[in-house]
């Protein structure tokens, strides 16, 4: 039997029918609306990775132009977990890192106790003692080409924000020694002449005292350490870094641990000697998206290249 309008109250009503096809278009409707807005955030997303890691990388290129010296800008992937089971595209993470060149090591560490030591900085001025190896550390970044394929503990050492004062004549003052203590216990005399020790006689060392980093415990044993470093190594200082939001990667391969490790795009590079410092290397930039057998893979996103550097005002 048919269903047909009713009327009650003088109103007309809807038949089932009617009813259905309303709900399912509203369905439809729905599923566009909730398909098109994932579709519009992730492109959202997308140009922001993009223009976050162009940013970075300005940096790096103005750095080297405005202080004239090499600058380079790392790329790291991480796996946020050990669990080889758990296939989470948001597990997996980029980081890049902007270094800048701030000198070369003068002394083998060899023989100044292990410490890394450059006679032409000013870390006496920048780092002042604390008398405290627990304080945060910082890392140094050698920026030998071949350290740039390591992990991010194979390139660079964790040192102490403190400096150990080190007499080139074979006395040093022990870690950890404060300022105040050291000028409490090793009085000058008249002749500027220093003590090696509390109770020893007044000898002349002269001014042959320099000021190095001292490698944490952690920082040596998790990769390079202080003796694998030599006199006429160069080393960098952070100048910016950033991480990508969860599941972008550099490059187009998944990392398979949760160290950072390099990139398949492991760096790029700007030198001061040219006029303007282009690109050295593209940096693609992958999204880890499910596949149809339940796991992930890298899905490129866009490649980085020297255009996008360029300044569109010019």
């Known amino acids: 039997m048919a269903l047909r309008h009713t009327q009650r109250g003088g109103r007309a009503a809807f ?10 278009l509203m369905a439809v409707l729905a599923t566009i609306s909730v398909t098109g807005y994932s579709a519009a955030s992730r492109g959202m997303a997308d ?17 080297c132009q405005i202080d004239r010296v090499p600058t380079k800008v790392l790329f790291f992937n991480q796996r946020l977990t ?22 070369r090591i003068t002394i083998a560490p060899s023989s100044v106790g292990g410490l ?10 920048s780092y002042p003692m604390t008398g405290s190896q627990n304080a945060p550390g910082m890392r140094i970044y050698r920026m030998k080409p071949d350290d740039q394929s390591k992990d991010i503990n194979g390139c660079s050492v964790v040192v102490q924000p403190f400096v150990t004062h080190y007499a ?14 050291w000028c409490t216990a090793h009085r000058r005399d008249a002749s500027d002449n220093r003590p090696q020790n509390a109770s020893s006689a007044y000898v002349n060392n002269g001014n042959n005292y320099v ?5 944490s415990t952690a920082g040596a044993s998790a990769g390079l350490s202080t003796a694998s470093w030599g006199a006429g190594d160069p080393y ?8 990508l939001p969860r599941g972008y990667i550099f490059g187009t391969s998944a990392p398979g641990g949760n160290r950072l490790v390099a990139a398949s795009v492991k760096e790029v590079s700007f030198d001061p000697e040219q006029i303007t ?21 890298p899905k490129l996103v866009d490649t980085i290249t020297a255009s996008m550097l360029k300044d569109t005002n010019n």
């Open 277 to 297: 410092p282009s690109l050295s290397a593209s940096v693609p930039i992958s999204a880890m998206r499910p596949t149809g057998g339940g796991g992930v893979s």
């Open 116 to 125: 890394l030591v450059d006679e032409f900085a000013d870390w006496h001025q």
């Open 15 to 24: 038949t089932l029918i009617e009813l259905l096809v309303v709900i399912g």
């Open 47 to 63: 140009r922001g990775v993009i223009q976050t890691t162009v940013s970075t990388l300005r940096i790096a290129q103005q750095t």
């Open 168 to 181: 080139l004549d074979d006395w040093m003052i022990q870690s950890g020694t404060t300022i105040k203590q």
């Open 211 to 215: 000021w190095g980093f001292a490698a």
């Open 236 to 243: 960098g200082v952070e100048i910016a870094r950033f991480d």
């Open 82 to 103: 050990d669990d080889a089971n758990n296939t989470d595209s948001s597990l997996y993470q980029g980081t890049a890192i902007a270094i800048k060149q701030a000198g």
